[in-house]
């Protein structure tokens, strides 16, 4: 079981640390990288999974799970804001946007194999529309609509559902262009993370560590949920232990900082949230592949 859980994650860390090592020893500018990212390469990897994935009722369950894991945490972190006085606009996110994009599509294919994808991007993309909707209504006092549906994403995970749902065929060629294109995602994603892990500070450490601590008991919660009252089958079964205790997605910082909620502790949430993933994600994994 241990070598098995080291040969699934190895490949992940491994592009984590060349990323950390770009950061740190030639400092380019990610923005960019980033934003060519988000707006052609996650959009194709998003197009070419959905519009090719069997799309019936059978995905009610693994839809429900989905907003399960994403809404509950941010429910449970009311009271828990409450009574710990801290900024709901700032703490919820991290625990309801995790990182399903960098850190997930690549463990879950690595770990479940090509099988995994298209649930995975499914999941991705449930999260991502509700960052971009409901995240956007956290912190802005504005109406997020007209955001969300010039979100390169969302228009293609719509175009894909269309598609698909319609019955039209899409362009042989067309579609392995988007397969091509969508392919630099995840390992951009991944180096991309690995450059933000330079930006990390000591000062930091004790926001990291609370926030980790309530994102798994969170997620936890999240998981007991989905375990007990949605039929799953086996694999997104195990793909849910992982997604629902996932660290904060890196987006959280870059619309903590847009709207000014608090950036620099958002920032450690998410830096130390993703750098403990190195301790977390092998017993999540462990867990996980004990309920095959």
């Known amino acids: 079981m241990v070598e098995q859980v080291v040969g699934i994650l190895f490949p992940v860390f491994a592009l984590v ?12 500018d990610f923005k960019p990288i980033n934003r060519i990212n988000m707006d052609a390469f996650t959009p194709a990897l998003v197009f070419s999974s959905l519009v090719a994935m069997p799309l019936d009722t059978n995905q009610l369950p693994l ?30 996110p991290p625990h309801m946007f ?3 994009g960098n850190l997930a599509i690549p463990l879950f294919t690595y770990t479940f194999g090509d099988t995994a994808l298209a649930p995975a991007v499914l999941l991705f993309v449930v999260s991502a529309c509700l960052h971009i909707s409901i995240g956007l209504a956290l912190l802005s006092d504005g109406n997020p609509i007209k955001q969300v549906v010039k979100m390169p994403i969302f ?19 067309l ?32 926001i990291g560590v609370l926030c980790t601590l309530q994102s798994l008991s969170t997620g936890a919660v999240a998981f007991a949920v989905i375990y007990w009252f949605v039929p799953l089958p086996t694999l997104e079964l195990q793909m849910m232990v992982l997604f629902t ?8 910082y870059l619309f903590a900082e847009r709207f000014g909620v608090e950036p620099t502790k958002v920032a450690s949430m998410v830096l130390f949230g993703n750098f403990f993933s190195l301790i977390t994600l092998p017993l ?6 004990s309920l095959g």
């Not at 719509?158 to 362009?171: E, K, R, Y």
């Open 175 to 206: 579609y392995e262009a988007t397969v091509l294109l969508g392919q630099a995602a995840v390992p951009v994603m991944l180096l991309s993370l690995g450059a933000q892990m330079c930006h990390m500070r000591l000062s930091g450490f004790r």
């Open 245 to 252: 205790m996932l660290p904060p997605a890196v987006m959280n």
């Open 17 to 28: 640390l060349i990323g950390f090592s770009v950061g740190r020893w030639l400092k380019p």
């Open 284 to 289: 999540l994994l462990t867990f996980a592949l």
């Open 63 to 92: 839809l429900s799970a989905s907003l399960i894991s994403v809404l509950l945490p941010g429910l449970l972190m009311i009271p828990i804001c409450a009574i710990s006085k801290l900024r709901f606009k700032a703490w919820a």
């Open 98 to 100: 995790r990182n399903s």
């Open 155 to 173: 228009l293609a995970a719509s175009a894909a559902l269309f598609l698909n749902l319609s019955g039209i065929g899409v362009w042989s060629p």
